[in-house]
């Protein structure tokens, strides 16, 4: 029988994330292990009178590529995807990894040099509605060491696709953060405190964000970019960093004026330096985030669903956001988590917005 919930997602992403219009051009795309939801997804852009098209992605190829591209082929981008994804008006990419660690033994700067060279699609794409989101797998749940039945559970509860109006939930969160914004409006300066953590730096001119679903799914936080050049202090990020398929444990990063000046960490250090000094921009923080999703308590090693715990932050290296007003260009864009929920809070020009993961305003 077909689970009502797949349904639900579906339409949340068409209808609510993407809101793709009749006669609009809707890519949709994931690998195998994701063909029940993109089957309703396709089936939900197709009710809307959109122009659907439906790819299934075979991730083995990521690995096989990294393997026997030339340094040529790495840095090359074909004018094929660059034109496809001009002409498409939404994207809805869904990830079902049967293998998250499969890309673990890459060479990390060949991983820095393919995003460097895949940027400009990647910026093209930007300007598009689009929304990435996620298909439960085995793979994710043992990363979040949790049963499958019990990590579908999981996922539906966190996209609403357990409720009876999931877009009205939508809707709902969106406001809740709207007013955190409204609050937020004109302050200049944001302190972090928390254990191995004091971290301060400049807003000012910079506008906050209202993620409510319409580029992740789920989603549920509240985001900027810090002034370039205004960063100090330090932060000790809370969970593991994943990214590239490695997993970098214990990170603690030292900035002074606005760029990373120390980078330690327990597990993988090499990579972080290595992604670190892959570019210039990705030294510089490019994005400070604030998590207000109390649905997802839980770390599961999938930053889709861990930057949106409530009472947690993300400081993230790389590339900015042009809605934000950051100025920040990098290939690399890498969250990574500090919880607050035990000890930590937040101030705005001085004043406690956030103390042990509950807003005070």
Not at 186 to 199: M, S
Not at 266 to 290: H, P, Q, T
């Amino acid at each position: 029988m077909k689970d009502p919930r797949i349904v639900k997602f579906a339409e949340v992403l068409v209808n609510y994330s993407v809101d793709v219009k009749k006669g609009e051009t809707l890519l949709v795309s994931g690998p195998p292990a994701a063909e029940p939801l993109l089957k309703e997804v396709y089936r939900a852009g197709l009710a809307r009178g959109a122009h659907v098209i439906a790819r299934l992605e075979c991730e083995a190829l990521d690995e096989i590529f990294y393997a026997a591209a030339s340094e040529e082929e790495i840095d090359y981008l074909s004018p094929i995807p660059l034109f496809e994804a001009a002409a498409i008006d939404a994207l809805i990419r869904i990830s079902a990894a049967s293998n998250t660690r499969a890309l673990s033994g890459i060479d990390p700067r060949k991983q820095a040099r393919r995003a460097r060279a895949v940027k400009p699609m990647r910026d093209v794409i930007l300007e598009k509605r689009w929304c990435g989101t996620l298909y439960p797998t085995a793979a994710y749940a043992q990363d979040a060491d949790m049963s499958l039945t019990q990590y579908e559970d999981f996922v539906f509860r966190a996209v609403f696709a357990d409720k009876k109006d999931p877009i009205r939930e939508w809707r709902g969160l969106s406001a809740m953060q709207d007013r955190l914004i409204k609050w937020l409006k004109g302050r200049k300066t944001v302190r972090v405190v928390g254990e191995g953590t004091d971290l301060s730096f400049s807003v000012e001119g910079r506008t906050w964000v209202n993620s409510d679903g319409k580029h992740n799914m789920p989603s549920g936080e509240i985001f900027t970019t810090p002034v370039e050049g205004s960063v100090n202090g330090e932060i000790t990020y809370s969970f593991p960093a994943i990214h590239g398929g490695r997993e970098v444990d214990g990170i603690r990063l030292v900035f002074r004026n606005g760029e990373v000046a120390e980078a330690h960490a327990k597990k993988n250090e090499e990579y972080l330096k290595a992604m670190i000094a892959s570019d210039a921009g990705a030294r510089i923080v490019g994005e400070f985030g604030v998590g207000t999703n109390s649905g997802i308590t839980k770390f599961t090693k999938s930053i889709l669903y861990d930057e949106k715990i409530g009472g947690t932050i993300h400081v993230a290296l790389g590339e900015s956001y042009a809605e934000t007003g950051g100025k920040n260009k990098s290939a690399l864009h890498w969250d990574m988590i500090c919880d607050l929920r035990k000890g930590g809070e937040i101030l705005v020009d001085g004043e406690v917005f956030e103390k042990d993961g509950k807003f005070l305003n």
